[in-house]
C-alpha cells in the first residue's frame, strides 16, 4: 500500500478545492497511489487523526466539491514549532502517516504552510523518513514569493473588480453623488486593491484613486486629490486597501481598533474606509460619504470566480501529485506565466522555505507617479488573471455546494 | 406627434433598465408613440429639460443597457409637494411635457413614485391635460402594497441567499469557528433578512437565525438561543435586518448612529451587526464574532441576479405601455402571481395613490413561533423569485455595463 493525503490550511479561498480535485482526478488517470486521503482542519485534524478517503468519494460528490468555495476540508492556522524546540508533535504526525502508509503529504496554503512544508521535509530527510512533502499554494492576497500569482486571487480580483464596477454605477444615480469608498482586504499587500482598477465603464476606469500599503499614504495629497476630483465630477469612487500605512509604517487604524493580533502576530485590520471617510468629512469636502467594506465574501464568492482562477488551481494540485511521484520533496508549485502575447500558464518547483514567511509586494514601478493608481503594466497583468468563469452547479437556482467536515 | 416619457427615481434596483427596455421594445413592436423619450435624473432632470430620445438609440446599446445594475437613466430624490400647496413645479412640467407632445408619463419607482404619479395623474385630469400618467413598480425592499412583489426584489434576494450560503462556509472551516452575523438592507420590512433563510447546506439551513423589523427584538432570548446553539454548534450563523426595532418601536442601532434622516424622514440606518455582535461578546459567550454589511451590493450585484426578476421587470414596463394606450391614469402595474404549482406571474393595475406612502409588512404569520426564523409558508413564498440567472454581457471578463448620464 502506498497512499497519499493532503489538507488545506489558512484562510479559504474560492478555488481551494479544485487544488484538491486536480491531485484526486490526476491520481484516478495516473494511479501512483492507492488512496488519496484528506485531513480535515489541516494539520490539527491530522494530529487528532480526522481523516478521510477521497478516493473512495462519490464522483458527483467529487464534482461538486470542485465547485466549493472556502476550505471544503476545513483549514486551521496551527503553527508548527521548531522540531528542535518541540519534537513531540512531529513524532506523533510522523506515526500517523506511517500508519496510513502516506508517501507523500500535500499541504495547500499560503506562507506559513509552506513554512511548515519546509519544516516538515527537512525532519523527514533528517530522520529517513521516507516522505515527500509539497506546498500547493492558495491565497486571495498574492503575496507568495517566486509564483507569478497565486491561486485564489484571480477569482478575489474578479469579485473585487466586478464590485467596483457595480458599486460604481449604484453610485452616480443622482444629480449630487457624493463620494464611495470601497475596502478590499490586503493586509500588507496592495495586489488586491489593484484589482478594483480592472473595472472600467465607457473605457475609462471606474476608481478614480487606488491605494495600496507598499505606498505610504499621504493625507495632504489625499485630501488634495480628492477635493479636485470632487469639484469637477461631483463624485469619487476610492478603493483603498485595509492595510494602509502612514509614512512611519504605521497602519493607518490599528490605534483605533487597539491593533488586535492574531496567532502569527500578523495585525487584525479593518475600518481603513471609516478612517478615510472621516478625513474627507473633516476636510468639508462633503458628507455624503459612502463606504463598503468587501470582507470576506471576496475570499468566498465563487459566484464571481475566475475560470482561468478555477483552472490554475487545478493545474497546481494535479501537478504535485506528478512532482511527488518524481521525487521531490520540500518544494512549492508555482506558477509561470509564458511569453508572448496570449496569456497561459505552467508550473514549476521552489524550495519551499525559500517562499515561507516571505512576501511580494506590489511593484512601486507599476504604481503612477503620483502615487494614487497603478499603471497600464499592472493592468496587463491583472487582465488575463480574471478570465472567463467557472461552470458552477446549481440547486433551486441557488449555486450548490459540497464540504466535508469534521 | 404622440410621445410618451420614462424616468426613474428611488433607490436603483439590478434591473430597473430591464422595465426601460421592455417598454421602448413594446414600442417598437405595437407603435403606439412616436417616440419615447427618457427624463434623466426622474422628475428632477424633466424639470431641467434633461431628456434622451430612447427610441434612436442604437438597438446593441440598448441591449446592454437592459443588462446593466442601477438606474441606467439617473435618478432621484425629489419629493413633489402637493399642487395645492405649490403649483408652480406642476404648471413647468406640463409645459414641458406638451411641448415634447408627451401623452404618457412612466415613473419607475417606490412609494414616493407612486405619490408622485397620482398627483401628477390627479393634476392633469383637474386641469384638463391629456397626459397619462402610469407607475412602474421598483424596489428591493419588496414593501409596495398589492403587488404580489416587485421587481428588484428577487435579484436582490438571489445576491442575499447566496452570499449566505458563500459566506456560511467560509466562516465554518475551522476547528473554533465563532459567530457570523450577515447584515440586510430593509428599514421597515424584513424580505430582504428573510431571503437569507433561502440558503441551504446539505438540506439543512444554512442561517440560524433571522431577525426582521416586524419582530420586536427580544435581547434576553437573542443572548438565550445564541448561547445554546453556540454550545451545540460552536458556531452560529445570524441575518438580521438593518431596521431591527426593540419591543418600544426605536431602531436599536438609531442613538448610537445619530439618527440621521432623509428628504422622507426616512431615518438613516447601518450597524445592527455591530450591536448584535457587542451583545454576544457583553453576554460572554465568544470574542470571536464576525460581521458583514452587504450595503448597497444589495440592489445592484447583477452578476448574481434574478432571471425571473429580470424578465418580470421586462413585463410591468411593456404592460405599462399598453395600459397607457387603453386610456389608464393614476394606476401603478403590479403583479399578480398564479395559482397552482407551477410559477407564473402576469400584470394588472392598482391605483397608486392607494400604493402611495403604504408599506407591505413581512407578514406575522410567516414568522416561526419562536420571532427568530421564517416559516416553509415564507420560503415557497421566495423561492420561485430567485430562478434562474439573466444573460449578461462581457468585456475582459468583467460584466459589460451601459447607462446613460446627464
Known sequence: ?????????????????????GLVEANKELKIYDNVYAGLNGIEGILNKNIINLSAMDSNELDTFRRTPSSGLGSCRYKLKDSSLCEDEYISLMSILNELNIKAFFYIGGNDSMDTTAKLSKYAKEHGIDIKFIGIPKTIDNDLMFTDHTPGFGSAAKFIATSVLETYLDSTVYIDNGIFILETMGRDTGWLAAAGALATVDGRRAADYVYLPEVAFDKVKFINDVRETFMKNNHVYIVASEGLRDETGSFLTASSLGANHDKFGHTQLGGVAHYLRTLIIDAGITSRVKTLELGVLQRCAMHSAS?????????????????????????????KRSEGNDYSSSSFL?????VANKVKYFPLDWVNSEGNNITEEAIAYLKPLVFDIPELKFSDSLPQYKVFRS
Open 1 to 21: 500500500m502506498m497512499n497519499c493525503i493532503v489538507a488545506q490550511s489558512g484562510g479559504p479561498t474560492s478555488v481551494i478545492n479544485s487544488s484538491v480535485f
Open 350 to 354: 521552489i524550495e519551499a522555505d525559500k
Open 307 to 335: 475560470k482561468i482562477d478555477f483552472e490554475e488551481a487545478h493545474m497546481v494540485g494535479r501537478d504535485a501529485l506528478k512532482y511527488s511521484a518524481e521525487g521531490y520533496t520540500g518544494y512549492m508549485v508555482a506558477i
